[in-house]
């Protein structure tokens, strides 16, 4: 089997390009989260998957990374360890954007430091859900504070758009990477983002590549689902399905990936996940596990190699899709809307 790729955000910082998703161990994602993550983690581990993205709103989350970390470590395990980068972000909530202080926003982080059971966060991924409330700059600088101070190794975002991004920037802010949405269904990051990190040496860790489940043999031939989603991903990314022509429109691209994938004796899902490490600036793919039960075939991912005739299948697929509207995250900053009525604001204080 080939090895996982890695790729580094910074000289000395080594991911794997595929990331092991948190949120779907948080409580509240779904009803089925795996009694046995603490294994699992190990299990990742072991077949590569060097980095683990998880954010202080994942409830629980942090805290059952830190339990792997401490039973890795009783069990001296350290060399395991060693190879591990936690991701994991720093979320204000939106009831606080307006009053938070330096010291809110320190005894978070100091909060993830001592749930995580580390000495200094990898990658502190910084998001800020309202940018009409004009703080982001100010409060990024306190994180630049806690990385000089040695609580943070390095900085990054998540779900800011381009202006914003410029803004934070060209403050001072050291970005090594952003996290984003960015999938075969999503191409908002192709517009503007993906020039800009390149120009900033900015690193792009991407999630949504399998749009929760959709983008998998699943769903092929299937019928658009009527009855509510089994999980939070889901129903996230059914609003995407929508907005890039609809379940027919979807059906179709689903299609063109199952051709591809027969081409190389593999599945859907593997091909939409391969198919976004080839794209420029992309270090990593987030993807969710709720179970090990994918284990093998996210093992496996880079035995498949898509050639310049996927590509070119796949390209003439997207022609076919509708364009989704404005930046990264500008429809999802529309707290009324759509995509901004599903999500959770304030889970810092919960
Ligand atoms: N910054 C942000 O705002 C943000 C937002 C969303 C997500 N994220 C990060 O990105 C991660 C990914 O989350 P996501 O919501 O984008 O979900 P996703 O990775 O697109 O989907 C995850 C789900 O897809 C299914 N799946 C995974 N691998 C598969 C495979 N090889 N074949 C078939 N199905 C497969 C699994 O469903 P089953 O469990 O049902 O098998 C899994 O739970 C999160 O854990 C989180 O770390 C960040």
Redesign the pocket.
Known sequence: MTAIETASLRPGYQISRLIK????LATGHSDAASASATAEMGDYLDAGVTAF???DIYTGVEEKIGDFRRDAMANGNDAQLDRLKVHT?CVPDLGKLATITKADVEATIDRSLKRLSAERLDLV?F?WWDTDVKRYVEVASWLSDFQKAGKIDLLGT??FNTDCMDELVSSGFDAAAI?L?FSLLDRRPTKRMVDFCAERNIKILC???????FL?D?WLGVAEPAGPL??R?LV??RLIIEDMGGWDAFQALLATLRAIADRHGV?I??VA?RAMLAEPQVAGI??????G??LG??AALFDLVLDAEDHAKIDAALAEATPLEGDVFDLERDKTGRHGSIMKYNLNAA
């Open positions: 998703g948190g949120w779907q993205d998880c954010a972000k991924q998001h998540t779900n996290q949405q999630y949504g590549t399998v749009a929760g489940g998998s699943r089994e999980n991903s996230k990314y599945d899902a593997s996940m987030i993807v969710g596990v709720r179970h039960g994918h075939r996210h």
